[in-house]
């Protein structure tokens, strides 16, 4: 019996480990400029960078000032809806919730602003 109880002893600890390591590894605490930042539940760095160069794009000067729709969608603030955004082709195929999408803008575009609530994007000012 003293050997199962010291194997669940040693059991019990290991979640209070593992959620240290996942604390341990959030884009927060390791910084925006650290490569493993780029790393999220939902995708690869690359993925993530594919998704904000995406986004970069289409608030571009070269595509922005073309884009009718996109501007039509722009409220009062420069904002536009990540969901929105995300369910154009080519962020849609990317298969990342808006959440991500935002956390990735926050974490990898200097171009690129998102409101308090994660929900709206819009072209940093310049």
């Known amino acids: 019996f003293s050997s199962s109880s010291s194997a669940a002893s040693s059991s ?10 996942n604390v341990a590894s959030s ?5 925006a400029s ?5 790393q999220g539940r ?8 594919t998704a904000v160069r995406q986004l ?18 722009m409220d009062g603030d420069g904002y536009v809806p990540l ?9 849609r195929r990317l298969e ?6 935002a956390t990735a803008v926050v974490s990898l575009s200097s171009a690129l602003e998102v409101d308090e609530a994660r929900e709206r994007v819009r072209a940093a000012a310049r």
């Open 96 to 101: 990342m919730p808006v959440s991500e999408v």
């Open 12 to 21: 019990s600890s290991a979640p209070s480990a593992a959620a240290a390591a």
């Open 34 to 38: 650290s490569p493993a930042a780029a």
């Open 83 to 91: 969901s929105l955004l995300n369910g154009f082709n080519r962020m």
């Open 27 to 31: 884009p927060a605490a390791l910084g």
């Open 42 to 49: 939902y995708g690869s760095g690359a993925k993530r960078q």
């Open 56 to 73: 970069e794009y289409y608030f571009s000067p070269a595509n922005f000032g073309r884009d009718a729709f996109l501007q039509q969608q």
